[in-house]
């Protein structure tokens, strides 16, 4: 089991950047302050007394004007001290009693505010681009508790390398996305919750990532052999993570349907008939997917059937002229 780590109340000053290495060690530093776990004594309501909503109303006017700086300064490399800023002003406004019940309805036009479907956490979410050729994601899970707790994400996905299906990982070494769904299981007697993230970070690909997360009392942990897949590292072991990778510039879908009930994504193929480079895929125009049945993820082929036609053929149900 990997270990866990709590919010440090010491706050980490950056310097002026002016080189690209010496921006990605402040990146690093900065994250470290954002997994910082901070908990603090709150009475445990859904009211929200009206003098603390005037207060969440006040911060969250602070927030938003944070956020367009973090996006929009004109110095990219100032983009990561707004993003400090930012944190730490969330943190003030979540260790008011009863934060978890106020939506951050206007913050959530700035950033990414994500509910899991049973209610049982929420995750702020966000990314900047400090350089033309940096993009970093940021996050933290707040629970609903008595005590408010926090877990800061640390971005760590482009360390991982090709170990990225099979990793299990925790809050500070977290595979950095968009968070955009999350749909929750049972697995002997636990719940899992399966995140679906867009990570696009690197310059030549994108990726969709199918992350399964647990939380107990000890932390949060990522990754979990849930999906009926054999890892390309360990073929007798099956992947903690899916991972969809495909060229930079094209778009390929992954999500799920609710009419279906399944995970449906594009089936990608290498444009360069080399498929140990990701950045060379590109969707086929087929289907594949996945389908919850006895605890996991079962994989499917061909979701939607594709009629490949000839020349001079005319598609199914239409006069052929």
């Known amino acids: 089991m990997s270990t866990y780590s709590i919010f440090n109340k010491k706050m980490f000053r950056f310097e002026v950047m002016k080189i690209v290495i010496t921006m990605v060690k402040k990146i690093f530093v900065f994250m470290a302050f954002v997994c910082t776990l901070f908990a603090g004594g709150m009475a445990f309501s859904q009211e929200i007394p009206p003098q603390n909503m005037e207060r969440f109303q006040i911060m969250e006017d602070s927030l938003i004007s944070t956020a367009d700086s973090m996006y929009n300064a004109f110095l990219p490399d100032t983009h990561i001290s707004y993003s400090e800023r930012f944190v730490r002003q969330l943190i003030h406004a979540l260790k008011i009693p009863n934060s978890y019940y106020y939506p951050f309805d206007k913050l959530k036009e700035k950033i990414n505010i994500i509910y899991s479907d049973d209610n049982a956490f929420r995750i702020f979410n966000w990314e900047i681009t400090p350089s033309t050729v940096l993009k970093r994601y940021y996050g933290a899970i707040q629970m609903p508790e008595e005590k408010l707790k926090l877990y800061g994400l640390l971005d760590y996905a482009d360390q991982l390398g090709k170990g ?34 867009l990570n696009a970070s690197s310059p030549l690909s994108n990726r969709k990532v199918l992350d399964p997360m647990t939380i107990d009392e000890h932390g949060v942990t990522f990754g979990a052999p849930i999906f009926g897949v054999a890892s390309e590292n360990f073929p007798k072991q099956r992947i903690n993570r899916f ?48 389908r919850w049945n006895n605890e996991m993820w079962n994989y499917l082929t061909d979701l939607i059937p594709v009629t490949i036609l000839k020349d001079g053929e005319a598609p199914p149900g239409m006069d052929n002229k």
């Open 243 to 290: 991972v969809l990778e495909y060229k930079k510039g094209v778009q390929a879908s992954m999500n799920w349907d609710e009419e279906k009930k399944v995970i449906i994504f594009d089936k990608l193929v290498s444009q360069g008939n080399d498929p140990r480079r990701k950045y060379t895929y590109a969707p086929s125009g087929q289907y594949d997917g996945f």
């Open 164 to 197: 990225a299906a099979d990793s299990i990982l925790t809050n500070r070494k977290w595979f950095g996305a968009i968070i955009y769904r999350i749909m929750s299981h049972e697995v002997n007697g636990h719940a899992v919750y399966t995140l679906f993230g």
